[in-house]
């Protein structure tokens, strides 16, 4: 059974800084595909980014919003992946989700399971 | 990027009832939909994936429908444990969500 379960979450004050980490187990993590997504108060799902996994190079991906700010990275042999938040704004309150990525053969994607998610505040 | 619009983005409905949401896509993404059930506190829970494919697990009441740039999700018969609110994602390019749809109890 895949369990994503992620930690970090708190109370930060705006321009400072945060890591969540997201714990994977029940699947071969080293080369999952693994995602954040965020959802603040009320609002609706929003894509963070994303980190490939080994066979494909690690490569990361951002949504504007958080460009240059947030870092995604992975430890395989942890089986974890990040989410570094630097420069933190008050628009970025939210529950973070982590997520994976799961394929078809016709290269259709998906996020099947979910972490529980943890709360980042950012105040004034 | 490719941006999502759900409608209508609240609705009321008996249990019993058939109801239908859409999503337009603001360019074609051929079949790479999904769709997403999410309850209050709760992370979402994936429903339906390429458009028309239903998820494991998921009641064969939800169907999925669409191409392009125009999608639906229709429940056919509204069970008390479907009020939630239900989200859209493109998987074409970088994911992108609609903007919900909240199923209330009329």
């Known amino acids: 059974e895949v369990q994503l379960v992620e930690s970090g979450g708190g109370l930060v004050k705006a321009g400072g800084s945060l890591r969540l980490a997201c714990a994977a187990s029940?699947?071969?993590?080293?080369?999952?595909?693994m995602t954040w997504v965020r959802q603040a108060p009320g609002k609706g799902l929003e894509w963070v980014g994303r980190i490939k996994g080994e066979s494909d190079g690690r490569t990361t991906d951002y949504a504007a919003p958080v460009k240059g700010r947030f870092t995604i990275s992975r430890d395989d042999s942890k089986n974890t992946v990040y989410l570094q938040m630097n420069s933190l704004k008050t628009e970025d309150t939210a529950i973070y989700f982590c997520?994976?990525?799961?394929?078809?053969?016709?290269?259709?994607?998906?996020?099947?399971?979910w972490g529980q998610g943890t709360l980042v505040t950012v105040s004034s | 990027d490719v941006q999502m619009t759900q409608s209508p983005s609240s609705l009321s409905a008996s249990v019993g009832d058939s109801v239908t949401i859409t999503c337009r896509a603001s360019r074609s993404v051929s079949n790479y939909l999904n769709w997403y059930q999410q309850k209050p506190g709760k992370a979402p829970k994936l429903l339906i994936y390429a458009a028309s494919s239903v998820a494991s697990g998921v009641p064969s009441r939800f169907s999925g429908s669409g191409s392009g740039t125009d999608f639906s999700l229709t429940i056919s018969s509204l069970q008390p444990e479907d009020f939630a609110t239900y989200f859209c994602?493109?998987?074409?390019?970088?994911?992108?969500f609609g903007q919900g749809t909240k199923v209330e109890i009329k």
């Open positions: 994602q493109q998987s074409f390019t970088t994911p992108a």
């Open positions: 997520s994976k990525y799961d394929w078809n053969d016709e290269d259709h994607y998906w996020f099947q399971s």
């Open positions: 029940g699947f071969t993590f080293h080369n999952a595909w």
